[in-house]
Structures are given as structure tokens and as C-alpha cells.
């Protein structure tokens, strides 16, 4: 069935400009004035933004980690991030059983993902050992799988060391596959977490000073020099939360590091470390890295506009308030890590960032839509708007508002961190390959109609 999407402002990462979109066979078919086509069914988008779909390639769906498991499975998750303007997720998986093969987690994932999913998806694999098998699987799962990043931990425990870290950033530059991580530095955060449980203080409010910045800054700081050293191996740096952080990052910018990717989230731009302040809210925001200051928001913010970073993703993991983040009542290193935020970003970004002038529209588009495509290889399918891509698209109304709350919400979690927060515009129409699939914030898909991509080379790798 054919559809155009008429009279609307369509914003791609570098125009903006007033266009109708034609729609045939799931894909964009043509994008002009004035389109008509027999036989259409056409939606008036006057007055409106027409965005690409949204690409958040950080989520945690159905993760099982230690004792717990994130309440979102593949269908809660993609519902409520098809509800919030997202139509691709790339997912994180798990650890698997100490020693397991690489193939152990995707053919996992494959399991509990597949048939669930409501819009599409694909994996980063995950490295928790490094042997010459395992070395010899990230090139068998990339080619064979689509899996072309994999993403390896400087902290947790089944983090590498540094060895292991410089050998799989070197398999990744031969076999051109990005190399995501997580950088903290382990030794300091485990000597102040026992610190402060051993002197009495268990309450969130010492989450974040257990895992100070500078944790993050050193390193980010080793990474980025071990991916030089092995010979500029694609790497992609996750959820930066921190002005020091940042500051290494415009070291390696200024040094003209190669192939460096590099990412925030929602929650590091717009919520702060007073969270923790109350024992009992607090729990919410137990999330690794930690919540940090006003100021490190406002240097985030600056370097999106500057365009020092390149994606704005998630990292949704979430734990009901009410059951497993009470773990963490007494003890907050017993409290599960993570927090809600696929089906909160597009707003919230769209609000804090475009709304109040901090970002410009193309640059929304970049960080939310294109440039995660294109660090893993799905780009021109997703993330843009061009003749052939995927018709994943959103229709926003700048003139509406809505306040945030969780009763609105559809993610099988308890809370969102958002609460109350009253954001600027709102979404109308989402559809992903030409379906709609939510209108007015109604989920109208079908569980199982997400595709697995199997995904190529990223940007990075080139
Ligand atoms: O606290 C978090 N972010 N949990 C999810 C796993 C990770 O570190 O990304
Ligand atoms: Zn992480
Ligand atoms: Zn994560």
C-alpha cells in the first residue's frame, strides 16, 4: 500500500526543508512537491516535523544480570521504544556462562529476541575472556551474523585487562569491526564501594562517590591510547557522563585520534546527582557511570553542539522501583544497575535540546537518528530519509507539550526518572518500513513484526 506523508518539515542531519514523501513497498520511495500517486493513502503532516525514525544503539532488553533480570523483555521494550519515536534499537547482550563461546550470546539473544520485537533490531556482541577462539568468532559472528561490533567492559566482573583489551582492538582493526566500551576504572571503584559499606555508608547517595569522574576520565583516557596502539582499531566510547570525561575526548579530537566514536545519553545531559540525595528516590537513578553535576551537563551539551560527540543513545536497563531496586535499600552496591529511558529520549532531547536552543534540528537528527546508523553499519537503511531508505519516520508537533509521567508510559518498568517533567512538542505518528505503528501515543504494531538486521561495516571501520 502506498502512502505520502504531505506537506511536512522534513529534517534530515543536515536540511531542513518542506517536502512530501511518497511510500511504497516499506521504503521511501521519492521525496518532492506536490507528490501524488494513485491509490495513496495520505497523511497530513502540515505544521509538523517529519523526523527519520529514531536509532537508540544502546539498550539492555531482557538483560539478565547476577540475580536480577531488566524487566523489559524484547516486546515491553520495543513497544515503549516505538512509543517514544524509536524505530531501531541496537541491543546489548548479557554476559554469558564464564569461559562461553562468543556464539553463546547470540544465539541467545536470537532466542529471546526474535518473534518478540516489535520494531527492528540487531546485536553488539559481548567479549568477557579473551583465547585465540574467541578472537577467531568476532570475524565469524560479524560476517556471518551481521554482528559487527562487540562491546568489552573496563569494569564488572567479567571486565579484560589491559592485554586483553589491546588484543581485541587489534583483531577489530583486521577484521573492521568497532570495539564499544565501557570505561571505568575498575581498581578505584572497588576499593571505595567496600570503603564506604565498611564505614557505614550505604545509602544512594554514595553511589556516585564511589565512581568519581575521574574513574571515567583515566579510563577512557587508556582506551583511547590502546586503540592507537593497535594500529587505530575502530572504538566506540559508551555512555560518557562526565566534563573530565569529555576532556580526554577533545584530547584525542585535538590529536586527530582515527576511527574514535563516542556517545552519551539522555540522562548525563539532562538529570543531576541531586537524585540521590533522597535514600528512597535515589535507587532510581543506581546507574553506572553515576548521575553527575549541572555542570557536566552543560559541558555535554556544549560539545553536541560542537559536534565532538557523535551519538546520544540510553542505555535502558530497567529495574521496578518497587521489587528489585529495593535490593539496594540498605546497601546501594546490592542495588541492580540501570534505569529506563528508550521511550523518554526522542522528547526530552527534542525539549532540553531543540526547544531551549541548545542543539539545532539537523543536529537532533545526527545524534539521535543518523550517526547511529552510521557507527553500525545500517546507514542509508536507517537513521536518514533518502530514496530507498527505510520509511521509519516521526511525526512530531513542535506546538504541542505533555508533561512526563509513567502512567503514559508503556515499558513494563514502574518509574521513569522523568517524572513531571514538562517537555515541548510531542509525537504524533510513528511509522517503521511504511507501517504506523503508533499514533497519539497508542501502540498499533504487532509483536514479532521487528526484523533482525544483520548489520555492516560501521563508519568507523572504514
Ligand atoms: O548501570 C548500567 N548502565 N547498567 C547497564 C550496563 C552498563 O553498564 O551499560
Ligand atoms: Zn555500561
Ligand atoms: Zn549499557
Same mark, same amino acid.
Request: aromatic share 12%.
Given at each position: 500500500m502506498k502512502k505520502i506523508v504531505k506537506n511536512g518539515t522534513v529534517v534530515t542531519d543536515s536540511q531542513v526543508f518542506q517536502a512530501d514523501i511518497l511510500i511504497e513497498d516499506e521504503k521511501v520511495k521519492m521525496i518532492g512537491d506536490n507528490l501524488e500517486a494513485d491509490g495513496a493513502e495520505v497523511i497530513d503532516a502540515s505544521g509538523k516535523y517529519v523526523f527519520p525514525g529514531g536509532v537508540d544503539v544502546h539498550t539492555h532488553m531482557d538483560l539478565q544480570a547476577g540475580k536480577y533480570r531488566?524487566?523489559?523483555d524484547f516486546y515491553d521494550g520495543t513497544v515503549a521504544a516505538a512509543c517514544g519515536g524509536t524505530t531501531t534499537i541496537v541491543d546489548h547482550m548479557a554476559f554469558g556462562p564464564k569461559g562461553c563461546s562468543l556464539w553463546h550470546q547470540v544465539e541467545e539473544y536470537h532466542r529471546i529476541a526474535d518473534g518478540k520485537a516489535v520494531i527492528d533490531y540487531g546485536f553488539h556482541g559481548v567479549i568477557q575472556h579473551v583465547n585465540e577462539s574467541v578472537l577467531k568468532e568476532m570475524g565469524e559472528i560479524a560476517k556471518q551474523d551481521g554482528i559487527t561490533s562487540f562491546k568489552v567492559y573496563m569494569t564488572y566482573d567479567f571486565m579484560l585487562k589491559d592485554d586483553e583489551l589491546y588484543q581485541v582492538l587489534k583483531q577489530a582493526k583486521e577484521d573492521g569491526i568497532v570495539i564499544a566500551v565501557h570505561c571505568e576504572n575498575d581498581g578505584v571503584i572497588n576499593y571505595l564501594r567496600k570503603h564506604y559499606i565498611e564505614n557505614g555508608?550505604?545509602?544512594?547517595?554514595?553511589h556516585p562517590l564511589s565512581r568519581p569522574a575521574r574513574c571515567e576520565a583515566e579510563a577512557v583516557n587508556r582506551m583511547i591510547h590502546l586503540a592507537a596502539m593497535a594500529g587505530d582499531a575502530p572504538l566506540y566510547i559508551v555512555h560518557l557522563s562526565s566534563r573530565e570525561g569529555l576532556m580526554e575526548v577533545l584530547k584525542a579530537r585535538a590529536s586527530h585520534q582515527k576511527h574514535l566514536g563516542v556517545e552519551t545519553c539522555t540522562q548525563y545531559l539532562?538529570?543531576?546527582? *541531586? $537524585?540521590?540525595?533522597d535514600p528512597k528516590e535515589g535507587l532510581k537513578a543506581i546507574m553506572s557511570p553515576p548521575l553527575r553535576k549541572k555542570e557536566d551537563n552543560e559541558a555535554l551539551w556544549d560539545a553536541l553542539r560542537d559536534d565532538v560527540l557523535d551519538t546520544v543513545a540510553t542505555d535502558h536497563c530497567p529495574f521496578n522501583y518497587g521489587v528489585?531496586?529495593?535490593?539496594?535499600?540498605?546497601?546501594?552496591?546490592a542495588c541492580p544497575n540501570g534505569g529506563p529511558g528508550v521511550e523518554e529520549r526522542f522528547r526530552v532531547m527534542y525539549s532540553e535540546g531543540v526547544a531551549k536552543g541548545r542543539i539545532s534540528l539537523p543536529q537532533f537528527v545526527k545524534y539521535l537518528c543518523t550517526n547511529p546508523a552510521r557507527m553500525y553499519g545500517m546507514y542509508p537503511q536507517k537513521g536518514t530519509l533518502l530514496p530507498?531508505?527505510?520509511?521509519d519516520l516521526v511525526i512530531f508537533d513542535p506546538a504541542k507539550s505533555r508533561v512526563l509521567t509513567?502512567? *503514559? $508510559?508503556?515499558?513494563?518498568?514502574?518509574?521513569?526518572?522523568?517524572?513531571g517533567m514538562k517537555v515541548q512538542g510531542d509525537i504524533d505518528l510513528v511509522m517503521q518500513r511504511g507501517n504506523v505503528i503508533v499514533k497519539d501515543n497508542k501502540f498499533l504494531g504487532k509483536q514479532g513484526d521487528g526484523r533482525y538486521l544483520k548489520r555492516g561495516k560501521s563508519v568507523l571501520a572504514e
Open positions: 531488566a524487566v523489559d555508608c550505604t545509602e544512594p547517595k554514595y539532562t538529570l543531576t546527582d *541531586d $537524585m540521590y540525595q528489585e531496586k529495593q535490593a539496594g535499600a540498605d546497601d546501594f552496591t530507498g531508505s527505510d520509511a509513567h502512567a *503514559d $508510559m508503556h515499558s513494563a518498568v514502574d518509574y521513569t526518572c522523568y517524572e
